[in-house]
């Protein structure tokens, strides 16, 4: 019997657990959170509340609760970046994380220096940004970016779900404001008088707004070959999984570059026709469970056998299909 543990993660991690469960019977799950209404507990064997505590004392606390509940594979998402960076003290009390090491992935959660790192490949299209501190530099920026290109964003380098995104937006004034949807839209006079606040600020990237259509790549580097599923997301709860040679070629220039062996994620944005690279996340995606439905193909069983020591064959049909989903209410 293998046992994994999942801490602190998103709630649609539910569904990564009922995926396992499905090809291998003899797993047994372990969940900690938080929160004790976590929905993910529902899929657990094993249920606890993990404290909230600082990153380096986490990594202690992960190493202790390994040790008692005899973890054989640990899926972090709380604190990821720190685990990886002790991968070795894990790995001496028998525990296989499921998380690529430091060095590689470090400089990849710095949105800044991952444009920096994956400059130098040629057939991946980053669009134009600027990294400021202050309100006078994001004035500066602006205007350069606004002046190709018409449209202008930005949010915090460290940003984990875009919560600091804004886009730039001078016609959410007056009636009309009131057909569109606000939650990331500023004015620049908005946008500069919060930076003016504060003297400086954590850094920002100030970039072009892309309006076309968000993709989001669920990956994993296996034995057959880098396993890619586009998923193109829109307005609704409707995606679509598509196969285009530009994304492809992408993500396998960039795993080229970046050998990645635990799943990850990249995401791009539509400009004019043309997909520009946003970010990589080091991890498994929100909605993998989307993109592994789409195509029938399960990922985060490949993932787990890959890190025990198993090549598990798959099969991708690359066919234009819709994915969706439905609210299932669940009881406690």
């Known amino acids: 019997m293998t046992r994994i543990w999942f801490n602190h993660w998103f709630s649609t991690v539910f569904n990564v657990i009922r ?29 606890y509340i993990e404290p909230v505590l600082s990153r380096e004392d986490y990594v202690k606390f992960c190493l202790e609760f390994c040790r008692a509940h005899q973890v054989d594979v640990f899926i972090p998402r709380r604190h990821f970046m720190t685990i990886s960076k002790h991968k070795a003290d894990f790995a001496e009390i028998g525990v296989k994380v499921l998380v690529d090491d430091f060095d590689l992935i ?16 040629p057939e991946l299209l980053i669009p134009d940004y600027y990294t400021v501190t202050n309100a006078a530099a994001f004035q500066e920026a602006y205007a350069k970016i606004e002046a190709k290109y018409g449209r202008v964003c930005f949010k915090f380098e460290q940003d984990e779900g875009g919560k600091s995104f804004r886009q730039i937006d001078d016609t959410r004034k007056g009636f009309a404001a009131l057909s569109k949807r606000m939650t990331t839209r500023m004015t620049l006079d908005e946008a500069i008088a919060a930076l003016s606040e504060v003297e400086s600020f954590p850094s920002m990237m100030v970039m072009p707004y892309l309006p076309g259509e968000e993709v989001s790549v669920d990956c994993l580097d296996t034995a057959s070959g880098l396993l890619m599923i586009p998923r193109f997301k829109g307005a609704t709860r409707t995606e679509r999984i598509a196969f285009p040679n530009d994304i492809l070629q992408m993500c396998e220039a960039f795993h080229k570059a970046v050998p990645l062996q635990a799943p990850f994620n990249i995401q791009f944005k539509y400009l004019d026709g043309t997909p520009y690279f946003l970010e990589v996340n080091t991890r498994m995606s929100g909605g993998i469970q989307m993109s592994c439905a789409g195509v029938n193909v399960n990922l985060p069983d490949l993932a787990v056998n890959k890190l025990l020591g198993i090549d598990k064959e798959w099969n991708l049909e690359k066919k234009e299909r819709y994915v969706t989903h439905v609210e299932i209410p669940v009881v406690f």
């Open 19 to 47: 995926m396992l469960k499905q090809e291998n019977p003899d797993f047994y799950f372990i969940g900690t959170n938080e929160r004790d209404q976590a929905a993910y507990r529902l899929e657990c064997d094993e249920w």
């Open 106 to 121: 470090e400089p990849l959660n710095h949105k800044a220096a991952a444009y920096s790192l994956l400059s130098g490949i």
